[in-house]
Each structure stands twice: as structure tokens, then as C-alpha cells.
């Protein structure tokens, strides 16, 4: 089973904190993303590479990096936290050691409120 | 650019009766269509999927999806739910197979009642 995991379930920060979102995958998967889900809005893409060192903006980059040094780990960089992402934050890999890059598999969310 | 309306936010049903959760999209190339169940405090799980071939889709838990290309639907049915279906669910679509940039719908509550 592929398995992708996120650093904390919730997360507590101050407006102006410098925020690290981590998410590790099992699956020697190729891509990953990042999304944020926001009631009513669905989720929106935030970030994705699909390679190391690789990284492509999404929908929504405004306000965000991303890093990924490693194959399995892909993480998601708040500069200076504000109050507009106070979010649920989830994170997903794809690869072609799943059978197909079509399907992404999700890890279990990251809920972040900015105070 | 492309874009996914999920025409209901919250649908309450009774156990045992039959569900249809809509959804429709907005493309000008060829898309390639998914639903995903997002149980309480989970992650997304695919439910099925529609690249090409048959227009309907059979997926895990009894769901199964109709990919209308004229009227660019894609609603997910179930003839019988259960109280475990309560979760929401997220149709999105993809341009082409390589699970890049996928858009999603606004996601629809389904909430079982006994």
C-alpha cells in the first residue's frame, strides 16, 4: 500500500511565523503536490514537481515555496504565516511504481491555524 | 482552462436508498475524469476513475460513475447506501494521465441517515 505521510495534524502558528509543512512518501513516486482545501472551494493546487530539485506553481502559489531535496520528501514553506492560511493543507505523490501516474494518493491532511 | 462544478453541496439521504452526487466540467480538450471519498479527519481515497473505454465506470464500495461526453457530465451513483458512505466526495478531471494538475470540484457532503 502506498503510503504518504504529513509531519503534524495540526499545527498552531503566529501571523509572521516562518511555517514547515513536511510530507514523506513510501512509493519512489516521481510527482507530488501540494494542495490546500478550504470549505466549499475544494482543494487547490499549491505546488507540484514531478522530479527532484523540480517544482511548477499550481493555482494558488502566492504566499508559499516548496523544496524538495529528496525523492520522497516534498515540503511546503510558509515565510511569514498570515491569517488567510489558516487552512487544511494536504499533500499527494503519483508515479509510475503504482501502475500509473494518473491516480494520486493523498496523505491525511495538515490543519493549520494562524493566529 | 478548465473547471469542475459539483452542482450539490450537502446531500442528506436515508440508509438503503440510492444516491446520485453530481458533477459536471468545463474543458476544451479531452479530459480524463475522477471521484475521491474524503472520510472525517482523512485523506482523499480514489473512488473510481474514467481515462477511456467504457462510459461507465465501476469503482470500489458499489459506487459507479457515467462519463457524458456531450453533456459533460460525470455524476456518481449508488443504488443503496450505507451510514458508513457519510463523507465527502470531490469529482476533478485531469487533461491528460500523468495525475498532474488536477482540479477539483467543490466537494459534496453526503450525509447517511438512519
Known amino acids: 500500500d502506498v503510503k504518504v505521510t504529513q509531519s503534524s495534524r495540526y499545527l498552531v502558528k503566529r501571523t509572521g511565523e516562518k511555517v514547515f509543512l513536511e510530507c514523506v512518501q513510501d512509493?519512489?513516486?516521481?510527482?507530488m503536490f501540494w494542495y490546500r482545501q478550504d470549505p466549499g472551494l475544494g482543494l487547490r493546487l499549491i505546488y507540484f514537481?514531478?522530479?527532484?530539485?523540480?517544482?511548477e506553481k499550481g493555482d494558488i502559489p502566492e504566499g508559499y515555496s516548496v523544496s524538495r531535496e529528496k525523492k520522497e520528501r516534498f515540503s511546503l514553506i510558509l515565510e511569514s504565516a498570515s491569517t488567510n492560511q489558516t487552512s487544511m493543507y494536504l499533500c499527494?505523490?503519483?508515479?509510475?511504481?503504482?501502475?500509473?501516474?494518473?491516480?494520486?494518493?493523498f496523505g491525511p491532511g495538515t490543519r493549520l491555524t494562524v493566529l | 482552462a478548465q473547471s469542475v462544478t459539483q452542482l450539490d453541496s450537502q446531500v442528506p439521504v436515508f440508509e438503503e436508498a440510492p444516491v446520485e452526487l453530481r458533477c459536471n466540467y468545463s474543458s476544451s480538450v479531452s479530459v480524463y475524469l475522477f471521484w475521491y471519498v474524503q472520510y472525517p479527519n482523512q485523506g482523499l481515497q480514489l473512488l473510481l476513475k474514467?481515462?477511456?473505454?467504457?462510459?461507465l465506470v465501476k469503482g470500489i464500495n458499489g459506487f459507479e460513475a457515467e462519463f457524458n461526453k456531450s453533456q459533460t457530465s460525470f455524476h456518481l451513483r449508488k443504488p443503496s447506501v450505507h451510514i458508513s458512505d457519510t463523507a465527502e466526495y470531490f469529482c476533478?478531471?485531469?487533461?491528460?494521465?500523468?495525475?498532474?494538475?488536477?482540479?477539483f470540484g467543490g466537494g459534496t457532503r453526503l450525509m447517511v441517515k438512519p
Open positions: 499527494a505523490s503519483s508515479g509510475t511504481t503504482s501502475g500509473s501516474t494518473d491516480t494520486q494518493y
Open positions: 474514467y481515462l477511456s473505454g467504457s462510459t
Open positions: 476533478a478531471v485531469s487533461q491528460n494521465n500523468a495525475g498532474n494538475m488536477l482540479t
Open positions: 512509493m519512489d513516486h516521481e510527482n
Open positions: 514537481s514531478y522530479d527532484v530539485k523540480m517544482k
